[in-house]
């Protein structure tokens, strides 16, 4: 189980770098830095000049390989070699969106996310292999294992969907949600084979409000995307220069974003008082609540300083590990009998 639990880990930990590097390519609005998916602009390793997206003459080009012309993408129907004059018929344009600009940092930090996305699902695939093994004695390990691979696969598939709408607002919202799901599925793996041993029963009055928190805490997730597609147009509107106007005519979804953050404070200072009265200490629970501290300061910094560089990728990636932390918390203590001796 040392092997499970070690992956079960991993995985976690590359699936929050995969948060991590999703919210840097909006933050740097470069989602749309690869145009195409899997590969981008038709290249297994995406072009660092301009002029590779130019039609050349008498050059070898590959099955859809995207160039440029006239703003517009087109993509090779085939493998062909040019002539010295543009056979357009060798060529088809590219419906998906209308976008065709390309910008070498955002392409490659675009890249560089699907790079990372691609290592969480052979960790995930790694994990599932590894699962076989106790099908039969542990029948869940094998079953979350397999849920979890289902869940990645969609994920890739969610994030060509977000490429194809020209970067949907819902749907950069759906494939939000969908990695905190594969976390809950990689999670409650890891608490399946953690050692128990020594942990006491956790009583139902504190499991509830944990579950009440993590419910809050998925909500401000959801709110949180919506306001950052507010501030996302008025950035564009004012052309990323003029800060003072971005925050004008705030709509009252940004007010419930910040009045839920001080119920989350007042809610965990609380289940981390009933935890002390019974005497339970855990690191996870500090841990939690450092992290709303550091997690509304973020948000603070935000706000009355116009989204300095790096607050919206850690404001993001806070609330994901701590809803990932409070149902690791949950699972561990309430499922006591899934534990396996290792």
């Not at 060798?90 to 976008?99: L, S």
Request: hydrophobic letters at 50%.
């Amino acid at each position: 189980m040392n092997k499970i639990y070690n992956l079960a880990l991993a995985s976690i930990l590359i699936v929050y770098l995969v948060i991590l590097a999703g919210a840097i390519v909006r933050m740097t609005g470069s989602g749309m830095g690869c145009p195409d998916w899997p590969k981008c602009f038709g290249y297994l390793i995406p072009p660092t000049e301009r002029s590779q997206l130019d039609w050349k003459p008498n050059s070898d080009f590959n099955k859809n390989q995207i160039i440029i012309i006239e703003d517009e993408l087109f993509f090779a129907i085939d493998d062909f070699r040019s002539a010295d004059i543009l056979n357009i018929d060798n060529w088809e344009k590219y419906t998906k969106h209308d976008y065709a600009k390309f910008n070498v940092y955002h392409t490659w930090i675009e890249y560089i996310n699907r790079l990372i996305g691609a290592i969480a699902g052979i960790s995930v695939l790694i994990l599932f292999i590894s699962s076989l093994k106790y099908i039969n004695k542990k029948f869940l390990i094998t079953f979350l294992a397999f849920l979890s691979l289902v869940a990645i696969l969609f994920q890739a598939w969610l994030g060509k969907i977000v490429v194809d709408s020209n970067l949907s607002a819902n749907t950069i919202s759906i494939h939000m949600i969908m990695a905190i799901i594969l976390l809950f599925i990689l999670f409650s793996i890891l608490s399946i084979v953690s050692n128990k041993s020594t942990l006491i029963d956790l009583p139902r009055n504190i499991s509830a409000l944990i579950i009440v928190s993590i419910i809050i805490l998925l909500g401000q997730v959801i709110i949180g995307t919506e306001v950052r597609k507010f501030v996302d147009i008025k950035m564009e509107l004012y052309n990323y220069t003029q800060k003072e106007k971005w925050f004008e005519d705030i709509p009252s979804i940004f007010y419930t974003h910040r009045s839920f953050s001080w119920i989350i404070i007042i809610l965990n200072s609380y289940i981390f008082y009933l935890l002390n009265k019974i005497r339970l200490k855990s690191i996870i629970i500090y841990f939690v609540n450092a992290l709303i501290i550091i997690q509304i300061i973020s948000g603070i910094v935000m706000f009355y300083f116009n989204f300095p560089f790096s607050t919206q990728p850690i404001h993001l990636l806070l609330s994901t590990i701590i809803v990932g932390l409070q149902f690791y918390f949950l699972m561990l203590y309430n499922y006591r009998s899934n534990e396996v001796k290792i």
